[in-house]
Protein backbone atom coordinates (compact mmCIF):
# COMPACT_ATOMS: atom_id res chain seq x y z
CA UNK A 1 0.00 0.00 0.00
CA UNK A 2 2.67 2.31 -0.86
CA UNK A 3 1.63 6.19 -1.82
CA UNK A 4 3.34 7.53 -4.69
CA UNK A 5 5.94 9.19 -2.85
CA UNK A 6 6.84 6.30 -1.44
CA UNK A 7 7.83 4.43 -4.62
CA UNK A 8 10.14 7.18 -5.86
CA UNK A 9 12.87 5.44 -3.34
CA UNK A 10 12.57 2.81 -1.27
CA UNK A 11 16.24 1.83 0.51
CA UNK A 12 14.84 -1.98 1.30
CA UNK A 13 18.74 -2.87 2.18
CA UNK A 14 20.60 -1.58 5.08
CA UNK A 15 23.15 -0.24 2.55
CA UNK A 16 20.55 1.43 0.75
CA UNK A 17 19.32 2.91 4.02
CA UNK A 18 22.67 4.53 4.56
CA UNK A 19 23.09 6.14 1.42
CA UNK A 20 19.75 7.72 1.86
CA UNK A 21 21.12 8.80 5.09
CA UNK A 22 24.59 10.65 3.79
CA UNK A 23 22.91 11.85 1.13
CA UNK A 24 20.15 13.88 3.63
CA UNK A 25 22.98 14.25 6.12
CA UNK A 26 24.96 16.54 3.35
CA UNK A 27 22.28 18.31 2.58
CA UNK A 28 21.48 19.64 6.01
CA UNK A 29 25.42 20.22 6.60
CA UNK A 30 25.17 22.46 3.33
CA UNK A 31 21.95 24.08 4.69
CA UNK A 32 23.98 24.72 7.55
CA UNK A 33 27.22 25.57 6.41
CA UNK A 34 28.15 26.48 3.16
CA UNK A 35 24.58 27.58 2.31
CA UNK A 36 24.26 29.29 5.68
CA UNK A 37 23.23 32.56 4.59
CA UNK A 38 20.36 31.47 2.22
CA UNK A 39 19.27 29.04 5.46
CA UNK A 40 18.95 31.99 7.49
CA UNK A 41 16.96 34.06 5.39
CA UNK A 42 14.43 31.34 4.68
CA UNK A 43 13.87 30.47 8.52
CA UNK A 44 11.68 33.91 8.85
CA UNK A 45 10.30 33.91 12.63
CA UNK A 46 6.99 35.85 10.84
CA UNK A 47 6.26 32.48 8.90
CA UNK A 48 4.31 29.49 10.05
CA UNK A 49 5.94 25.95 11.43
CA UNK A 50 8.85 25.34 8.95
CA UNK A 51 11.00 22.79 8.92
CA UNK A 52 14.86 21.76 7.55
CA UNK A 53 14.26 18.91 4.77
CA UNK A 54 17.94 16.86 3.79
CA UNK A 55 17.02 14.72 0.55
CA UNK A 56 18.86 11.47 -0.34
CA UNK A 57 19.73 13.94 -3.43
CA UNK A 58 21.94 16.12 -1.16
CA UNK A 59 20.18 19.29 -1.43
CA UNK A 60 18.15 20.88 1.48
CA UNK A 61 14.62 22.62 1.91
CA UNK A 62 13.20 25.09 4.20
CA UNK A 63 9.65 23.95 4.25
CA UNK A 64 6.05 23.62 5.63
CA UNK A 65 5.40 20.15 7.59
CA UNK A 66 3.58 17.70 4.96
CA UNK A 67 -0.54 17.92 5.20
CA UNK A 68 -0.90 14.33 5.43
CA UNK A 69 -1.38 12.80 8.91
CA UNK A 70 0.47 10.73 9.47
CA UNK A 71 3.05 11.64 6.73
CA UNK A 72 4.73 9.52 4.85
CA UNK A 73 8.18 9.71 6.58
CA UNK A 74 8.70 10.99 9.87
CA UNK A 75 8.43 14.77 10.06
CA UNK A 76 12.05 16.87 11.19
CA UNK A 77 11.70 19.68 13.70
CA UNK A 78 8.95 21.98 13.66
CA UNK A 79 9.08 25.77 14.05
CA UNK A 80 12.81 26.08 13.57
CA UNK A 81 12.12 29.99 12.29
CA UNK A 82 10.90 30.73 15.96
CA UNK A 83 13.74 30.77 17.70
CA UNK A 84 15.78 32.42 15.27
CA UNK A 85 16.24 36.22 16.31
CA UNK A 86 15.82 34.65 20.04
CA UNK A 87 19.22 33.75 20.07
CA UNK A 88 22.94 33.61 19.13
CA UNK A 89 23.32 32.52 15.41
CA UNK A 90 25.64 30.11 16.42
CA UNK A 91 24.08 28.37 18.87
CA UNK A 92 20.22 28.41 16.89
CA UNK A 93 22.17 26.85 14.02
CA UNK A 94 23.77 23.92 16.81
CA UNK A 95 20.23 23.48 17.88
CA UNK A 96 18.68 22.99 14.14
CA UNK A 97 21.71 20.28 13.91
CA UNK A 98 21.03 18.32 16.90
CA UNK A 99 17.59 18.21 15.66
CA UNK A 100 18.52 17.14 12.29
CA UNK A 101 20.43 14.69 13.81
CA UNK A 102 17.31 12.98 15.65
CA UNK A 103 15.41 13.47 12.37
CA UNK A 104 18.16 11.48 10.30
CA UNK A 105 17.92 8.84 13.02
CA UNK A 106 14.52 8.35 12.82
CA UNK A 107 13.95 8.28 9.36
CA UNK A 108 17.33 5.37 8.96
CA UNK A 109 15.02 3.45 11.84
CA UNK A 110 11.35 4.22 9.96
CA UNK A 111 13.00 2.13 7.19
CA UNK A 112 14.58 -0.63 8.84
CA UNK A 113 11.34 -0.93 10.67
CA UNK A 114 9.56 -0.92 7.24
CA UNK A 115 11.32 -3.19 5.67
CA UNK A 116 11.94 -5.38 8.09
CA UNK A 117 15.43 -5.30 9.32
CA UNK A 118 16.27 -7.57 11.77
CA UNK A 119 18.40 -6.83 15.26
CA UNK A 120 22.16 -7.46 13.26
CA UNK A 121 21.05 -5.52 10.28
CA UNK A 122 19.62 -2.65 12.80
CA UNK A 123 22.94 -2.83 14.45
CA UNK A 124 25.36 -2.61 11.42
CA UNK A 125 22.97 0.64 10.25
CA UNK A 126 23.61 1.62 13.32
CA UNK A 127 27.06 1.17 13.24
CA UNK A 128 27.70 2.52 9.66
CA UNK A 129 25.85 5.99 11.37
CA UNK A 130 27.59 6.26 14.29
CA UNK A 131 31.28 6.12 12.16
CA UNK A 132 29.93 9.49 10.86
CA UNK A 133 30.40 12.42 12.91
CA UNK A 134 26.86 14.32 13.93
CA UNK A 135 25.24 17.14 12.36
CA UNK A 136 26.41 19.40 15.72
CA UNK A 137 29.69 17.51 15.89
CA UNK A 138 30.43 19.41 12.04
CA UNK A 139 28.15 22.82 12.82
CA UNK A 140 29.72 23.13 15.93
CA UNK A 141 33.58 22.30 15.32
CA UNK A 142 34.13 19.69 17.45
CA UNK A 143 34.31 16.64 14.42
CA UNK A 144 37.98 18.76 13.40
CA UNK A 145 38.81 19.08 17.21
CA UNK A 146 38.58 15.30 17.83
CA UNK A 147 40.46 14.67 14.63
CA UNK A 148 42.92 16.94 15.76
CA UNK A 149 43.07 15.53 19.70
CA UNK A 150 43.19 12.01 17.49
CA UNK A 151 46.62 13.22 15.87
CA UNK A 152 47.89 14.48 19.04
CA UNK A 153 47.45 11.60 21.00
CA UNK A 154 49.26 9.48 17.93
CA UNK A 155 51.89 11.89 18.29
CA UNK A 156 52.45 12.69 21.93
CA UNK A 157 50.11 11.09 24.12
CA UNK A 158 51.83 12.21 27.35
CA UNK A 159 50.88 15.75 26.56
CA UNK A 160 47.49 15.40 25.38
CA UNK A 161 46.06 16.17 28.96
CA UNK A 162 47.28 20.15 28.86
CA UNK A 163 47.38 20.45 25.25
CA UNK A 164 43.06 21.25 25.47
CA UNK A 165 43.05 23.70 27.42
CA UNK A 166 43.28 25.15 30.93
CA UNK A 167 40.22 23.38 32.16
CA UNK A 168 41.35 21.40 35.48
CA UNK A 169 38.67 18.61 34.55
CA UNK A 170 39.00 14.92 33.32
CA UNK A 171 38.84 15.61 29.33
CA UNK A 172 34.89 13.79 29.65
CA UNK A 173 33.69 16.27 31.82
CA UNK A 174 36.23 19.05 30.48
CA UNK A 175 34.18 19.27 27.34
CA UNK A 176 30.86 20.64 29.26
CA UNK A 177 30.70 24.33 30.60
CA UNK A 178 30.89 24.24 34.18
CA UNK A 179 28.94 26.29 36.39
CA UNK A 180 31.31 27.22 38.70
CA UNK A 181 34.60 29.36 37.86
CA UNK A 182 37.47 27.23 37.96
CA UNK A 183 38.99 25.23 40.76
CA UNK A 184 42.25 24.63 41.72
CA UNK A 185 43.09 20.53 40.93
CA UNK A 186 42.83 18.12 43.81
CA UNK A 187 46.45 17.67 44.57
CA UNK A 188 47.70 14.71 47.90
CA UNK A 189 48.04 17.97 49.91
CA UNK A 190 44.68 19.85 49.91
CA UNK A 191 45.14 21.66 53.06
CA UNK A 192 43.53 25.18 52.79
CA UNK A 193 42.12 24.59 49.42
CA UNK A 194 38.58 26.45 50.74
CA UNK A 195 40.74 29.71 51.12
CA UNK A 196 42.11 29.09 47.97
CA UNK A 197 38.48 28.44 46.21
CA UNK A 198 37.58 31.40 48.26
CA UNK A 199 40.15 33.58 46.86
CA UNK A 200 40.17 32.57 43.16
CA UNK A 201 36.05 33.31 43.10
CA UNK A 202 36.34 36.66 44.40
CA UNK A 203 38.87 37.63 41.65
CA UNK A 204 36.15 35.69 39.02
CA UNK A 205 34.63 38.87 36.79
CA UNK A 206 32.16 38.67 34.46
CA UNK A 207 33.55 39.16 30.64
CA UNK A 208 29.80 40.77 29.78
CA UNK A 209 29.37 42.47 32.64
CA UNK A 210 32.12 43.07 34.94
CA UNK A 211 30.27 41.69 38.37
CA UNK A 212 31.93 39.23 40.72
CA UNK A 213 31.54 35.18 40.68
CA UNK A 214 28.38 34.80 43.25
CA UNK A 215 27.66 31.37 44.32
CA UNK A 216 24.39 31.13 43.55
CA UNK A 217 24.19 32.19 40.35
CA UNK A 218 24.93 30.02 37.04
CA UNK A 219 28.36 30.16 35.29
CA UNK A 220 29.90 29.20 31.91
CA UNK A 221 32.89 29.54 30.56
CA UNK A 222 34.15 30.15 26.70
CA UNK A 223 36.40 27.58 25.70
CA UNK A 224 38.32 29.75 23.38
CA UNK A 225 38.81 33.03 25.62
CA UNK A 226 38.98 31.41 28.34
CA UNK A 227 36.51 34.36 30.28
CA UNK A 228 33.73 33.21 32.85
CA UNK A 229 30.67 35.20 32.39
CA UNK A 230 26.90 34.53 34.03
CA UNK A 231 24.61 32.37 32.16
CA UNK A 232 21.99 35.30 31.56
CA UNK A 233 24.24 37.87 30.62
CA UNK A 234 24.90 35.72 27.40
CA UNK A 235 21.32 34.19 27.48
CA UNK A 236 22.52 30.61 28.22
CA UNK A 237 20.49 28.49 30.91
CA UNK A 238 22.03 25.62 32.83
CA UNK A 239 19.62 22.99 30.40
CA UNK A 240 21.38 24.35 27.18
CA UNK A 241 25.13 24.09 28.91
CA UNK A 242 24.18 20.14 29.37
CA UNK A 243 23.94 20.10 25.58
CA UNK A 244 26.84 22.26 24.92
CA UNK A 245 30.16 20.72 23.85
CA UNK A 246 32.29 23.75 23.37
CA UNK A 247 30.81 27.33 24.11
CA UNK A 248 31.98 30.05 22.69
CA UNK A 249 31.18 33.42 24.06
CA UNK A 250 29.76 36.64 21.35
CA UNK A 251 33.19 37.71 20.56
CA UNK A 252 34.90 34.91 19.78
CA UNK A 253 31.71 33.79 17.92
CA UNK A 254 32.20 36.98 15.75
CA UNK A 255 36.13 36.43 15.73
CA UNK A 256 35.46 33.28 13.76
CA UNK A 257 32.73 34.43 12.01
CA UNK A 258 34.73 37.06 9.92
CA UNK A 259 37.83 35.33 7.33
Known amino acids: MDGGGAAQYNPRTVEEVFRDFKGRRAGMIKALTADVEEFYQQCDPEKENLCLYGFPSEQWEVNLPAEEVPPELPEPALGINFA ?45 IND ?23 NHSSTKSKSNSKVREPESQGKYPKQQPPQPTLKDDDDGLDDDEDDEHGETLCGACGENYASDEFWICCDICEKWFHGKCVKITPARAEHIKQYKCPSCSNKRARP
Open 84 to 128: RDGMQEKDWLSLVAVHSDAWLLSVAFYFGARFGFDKADRKRLFNM
Open 132 to 154: LPTIFEVVSGTAKKAQKEKTAVS
